[in-house]
């Protein structure tokens, strides 16, 4: 987490409903161009929270893989105004194979949700929310943070 971008808010995360619940309540919120950063060990929710928001946008019937060996997963619908693209940067041994996924146009037209962000380096816009994700107890808790607007958009979020 960048240490400019201000805390939004934080989230006690029970279960895995929970989680999903968190990104569903994000989805609406989203519109082309954004940028999710997800941040947390193996196991933290990551992908569970992908699930939740995208299901929410795309249809709870949706297949919401994990990307871990694709890399990237895209999603789009007649019925959704975006396009979403799911990348897992986890295998990335050099920031700039994230150009061979396609990142680039994700970045310009459709939402990124991003888990292993970090391994962008430099190229990870700065225009983002981050969540960080990471067990508390028997659940887990997460941390959004972000600049520009991301406050606003995010004001009254509730599980």
């Known amino acids: 987490m960048s240490d400019s971008s201000p805390l939004i808010a934080e989230y006690a995360l029970p279960d895995a409903a929970a989680t999903q619940a968190l990104g569903a309540g994000l989805a609406p919120r989203l519109k ?3 940028v999710v950063a997800l941040h947390g060990d193996l196991g ?56 061979e996924l396609g990142i680039e146009d994700a970045f310009a037209e459709a939402v990124s949700l991003i888990e292993w962000p970090e391994r962008l380096g430099p190229y990870l816009p700065a225009r983002r929310l981050e969540i960080i994700l990471s067990h508390a107890g028997d659940g887990r808790r997460a941390i959004l943070s972000g600049v520009a607007d991301w406050p606003e958009r995010l004001k009254g979020l509730t599980l």
């Open 32 to 34: 082309a161009g954004d």
């Open 44 to 99: 933290a929710g990551k992908t569970e929270l992908a699930r939740g928001l995208i299901r929410a946008l795309f249809g709870a019937d949706t297949e919401v893989p994990s990307p871990t060996f694709t890399l990237v997963q895209t999603y789009e619908a007649e019925s959704v105004p975006l396009s979403l693209w799911h990348f897992d940067l986890y295998r990335l041994e050099d920031p700039e194979e994230a150009f």
